[in-house]
């Protein structure tokens, strides 16, 4: 918190405006219009109703093909099925870790061939903060005539030429759950250009009304919006948006800083000047040369939660093992920084790697695959101080065994 959320709220509820909609909604909704410099943002519960919602204006329907990076978080894709569509799965490049715009277009020629229809949007995300190569994207996109919807969840304020992400696309989406850049504690908006898209979009959202006296629904609809309480905590965070980026992105150079020297590990970083992540999560890789203390245990108990949010609400796993998972030396790493108080995660396990989507067409060149065998996220949220990263850094050189 901002510290600044009161000033917002206490208002509010003072006029009565604990509502699900509210002036605040709309006051938030400018804030964010004016900082990613777009006509139109809608404020909803989450980011995962804000992908549903923009796919389903852009006509996303049962029988259509939808085309998703593989390598990201499950809410991503699941609107797809929302929607009663199919992903296609598109691998990783290895510079920004993101949708790989060659796979992408392969795999929309191979779809037209297959399926003899064009997929009805695509969907890149910015891991972890880090810019897709969106002009690549789009330029394969517009050639034929398909919309971009940027899953800007983790990366809001990452910027590409000096653009903010989620402002190129016909729609892009943030997230303004509690791990994020900012939060509403549980939210999300569409970014869009088009007013009948937005209109659209609020309309979908506040359960699809049409104007009768009485309650008469020619579509389904969805109570998806902000609540105004919630709404009043965006606008508060949207006075430190700046100082959390600057941090997040001041915490990852102390990473690079520290890390540099460390033998076995590497810093994901920009790859070049166009690319200016917020750094969200800070992520490294581990070499399969390296040994880390006590990898001969790794795997060798169940854990009693889910690793990285959830609250711990998971369903209790039936094996130690599956067969595509992170190194042992990426399992003992994170088991070795837990038990000196350091809680890491591993990277997102590829869609098409998961249970779930395993049957789904997936255009693959290995790449996500082998950053999740050996990925890391490390601390890095408001809370790190560059004290702590010294601490995190020494604890890993620690751990790794010299040969
Ligand atoms: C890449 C990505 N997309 C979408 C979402 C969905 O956001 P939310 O949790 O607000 O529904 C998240 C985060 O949870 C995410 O990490």
């Not at 690549?136 to 899953?151: G, K, M, Q, S, T």
């Not at 070049?272 to 108990?301: H, K, M, V």
């Not at 890095?380 to 004290?387: F, N, R, W």
Request: aromatic fraction near 8%; charge should be negative; charged fraction near 20%.
């Amino acid at each position: 918190m901002s510290g600044r959320e009161l000033d917002y709220i206490i208002p509010a509820l003072r006029e009565d405006w604990a509502v699900p909609l509210g002036p605040d909604v709309t006051a938030f909704e400018h804030d964010l219009e004016q900082y990613c410099n777009v006509p139109h943002a809608v404020a909803l519960s989450s980011g995962t109703a804000a992908l549903h919602l923009a796919i389903l204006s852009l006509g996303v329907e049962p029988g259509d093909e939808v085309i998703v990076q593989s390598f990201t978080f499950c809410a991503s894709v699941n609107p797809i099925v929302y929607c009663g569509a199919s992903p296609v799965f598109i691998d990783s490049e290895r510079d920004t870790w993101n949708m790989d715009p060659e796979l992408l277009e392969q795999a929309i020629t191979d779809r037209l061939e297959k399926t003899g229809k064009l997929p009805k949007c695509i969907i890149p995300v910015a891991l972890y903060g880090m810019p897709y190569k969106i002009e690549r994207i789009l330029e394969i996109a517009n050639r034929y005539n398909i919309p971009v919807v940027e899953d800007a969840a983790e990366g809001f304020g990452s910027r590409y030429n000096n653009k903010i992400l989620g402002s190129f696309g016909t729609a892009g989406i943030l997230s303004f759950n509690g791990n994020k850049m900012i939060t509403t504690s549980g939210g999300g908006a569409v970014l869009c250009h088009s007013r009948e898209t937005a209109e659209k979009i609020k309309w979908l959202a506040t359960q699809a009304r049409e104007s009768y006296p009485y309650y008469e629904h020619k579509e389904i609809g969805f109570n998806y919006r902000l609540s105004n309480i919630s709404a009043c905590i965006g606008r508060a965070q949207m006075t430190v948006l700046e100082e959390y980026i600057s941090h997040h992105r001041h915490i990852h150079s102390i990473y690079e800083e520290l890390l540099n020297d460390v033998d076995g590990i590497s810093l994901h970083c920009n790859p070049s000047d166009e690319f200016n992540s917020n750094f969200w999560l800070c992520t490294i890789l581990i070499s399969p040369d390296i040994r880390i203390i006590g990898e001969e245990n790794a795997y060798s108990q169940k854990i009693g939660c889910a690793i990285g949010g959830a609250g711990g609400v998971t369903r209790a796993a039936d094996t130690l093992t599956t067969d595509c998972q992170p190194n042992r030396n990426v399992e003992a790493l994170r088991l070795e920084l837990e038990k000196h108080g350091i809680e890491s995660r591993p990277l997102w396990k590829p869609m098409h790697k998961q249970p779930l989507y395993g049957g789904a067409p997936a255009y693959i060149n290995g790449i996500s695959e082998e950053l999740f065998s050996q990925g890391l996220c490390l601390p890095s949220g408001p809370y790190v101080k560059e004290e702590h990263v010294r601490y995190i850094v020494n604890t890993i050189r620690q751990a790794i065994q010299t040969k």
